[in-house]
């Protein structure tokens, strides 16, 4: 009898983190947040949320200890609590693409052209990174790559890459990572490079599966 308690108590406290995350906002806040730590106000921006509700949003997810806060004078920032929680929204993700299938027709070319370009993956990455035989491409924004990135990686942002392409080594082949399974901007950065004769691949991971990892990260 006190293991069925036990039991119940169990999967009550599961239900009750689902129904923490259990909002298509929380989620997003979750997926920047992954990025590295953010104000209310960016987040609230990011995810086009007003700040009000992105507060709401985000407190529901503190009491559940998904994030965690810091502040700074009057400036309140976020970032992710201690635990499994990367995992947890790569699970997530990945469950829903199982779940969903028919998804692949409504998706966008970029998806379609992610399955089209070779992808790296960590292990090798780090190999590659040993031998000092790979250009590290960050082509997040600004912001999120002060805040942590690969060891040595570049950044240009996604939308200044055309533009910047004499910053890029060709001497070497170049792999590009963004935020995650689900972000186009490094394979559409791949693409974009292969066209222009530049050897290059994306990290089959974004930074928070990185870092997630416990392998190196820079910050700025």
Known sequence: MIQDEIQNQFFADIAELARAVGSAQRLMLL??????ERSVER???????TIANASQHLQNLKRANFVQTRRDGKN????LANG?????????????????AEIRSLVSDS????????????????????????TILDVRPEDEFASGHLPGAINIPFTELEQRLS???RDQEVVAYCRGSKCVL????????????????FLQDGFPSWKAAGLDVETE
């Open 31 to 36: 997926q920047h947040i992954a990025q590295g």
């Open 43 to 49: 987040l609230a921006e990011l995810s086009g949320l």
């Open 76 to 79: 309140v920032f976020y970032r």
């Open 84 to 100: 499994p929680i990367i995992e947890l929204l790569t699970a997530l993700t990945r469950l829903a693409e199982f779940n969903q």
């Open 111 to 134: 998806f379609h052209q992610r399955e089209r370009l070779e992808a790296v993956s960590r292990e090798e990455l780090l190999e590659r990174l040993r031998e000092s035989s790979v």
């Open 167 to 169: 910053e890029v080594a």
């Open 186 to 201: 490094s394979p559409n950065a791949v693409a974009i490079l292969q066209a222009k004769g530049i050897q290059a691949r």
